[in-house]
């Protein structure tokens, strides 16, 4: 089933996501739920406060693009519980991102090239992986939406400043996307 994405400005975007155990309610479901929704939005990632449940559960899914040969590699999927990034490793480089919660806008970010991460996949088995290039820049964005933290968090005070219009568009409503969004930021007076 394809759910509706939180759109930026949602208090449930600011929040600190809870760890869930292997008996969450319907929790297959809900990846798989995670998995098409993302898929659906063109997204490479999703955590679960962007769908509005505010529990420690993210979805990674894309093909490799090889500017050589202009093809794409074979599918890398990862679905972790609880993750923690417990190392950072290599120099930190910007890379443009993107967010299916805050539609229409991109900008370079900071972070490191790797990080190892220790987390449990959809059957609870528990993982500690270090990861590199794409697959550590997916990881460390969606685990900053389960820490309450959007990509434009991690942006200097003049970018913000001047993304301010643009933000207080998406946050109201204003930003078409081809996908389902939710919005619920407070109205302002």
């Known amino acids: 089933m394809i759910l509706s ?6 208090p449930v ?7 869930i155990d292997k008996d969450y309610p319907a929790l297959q479901e809900l990846i798989d ?5 993302m898929y659906h939005a063109d997204g490479v990632g999703l955590a679960a406060p962007q769908i509005d449940l505010s529990i420690q559960l993210l979805t990674i ?3 490799p ?27 930190k480089i910007y890379f443009n991102e993107g967010c299916l919660s805050v539609p229409q806008i991109h900008e ?27 697959l550590a820049r997916v990881a460390q ?32 409503g204003r930003m078409a996307t081809r996908y389902r ?3 619920t930021a407070p109205r302002k007076k």
């Open 5 to 10: 994405i939180v759109g930026y400005g949602s």
């Open 13 to 19: 975007l600011k929040k600190v996501a809870q760890p």
């Open 33 to 37: 739920n995670m998995f098409e929704t």
């Open 61 to 63: 899914g894309y093909r």
């Open 65 to 91: 693009y090889n500017e050589d040969d202009d093809t794409y590699g074979e599918l890398i999927e990862r679905v972790m519980i609880n993750p923690e990034i417990i190392e950072e490793k290599g120099e």
């Open 108 to 134: 370079d970010v900071l972070r490191p090239e790797s990080v190892v991460v220790r987390y449990f996949d959809r059957n609870f088995v528990e993982h500690t992986e270090e990861l590199t290039g794409m």
């Open 141 to 172: 964005h969606e685990i900053d939406h389960l820490n309450g933290k959007v990509f434009i968090d991690r942006l200097s005070s003049i970018r913000k400043t001047l993304l301010k219009r643009k933000l207080g568009d998406v946050a109201a």
């Open 181 to 183: 969004m939710k919005y």
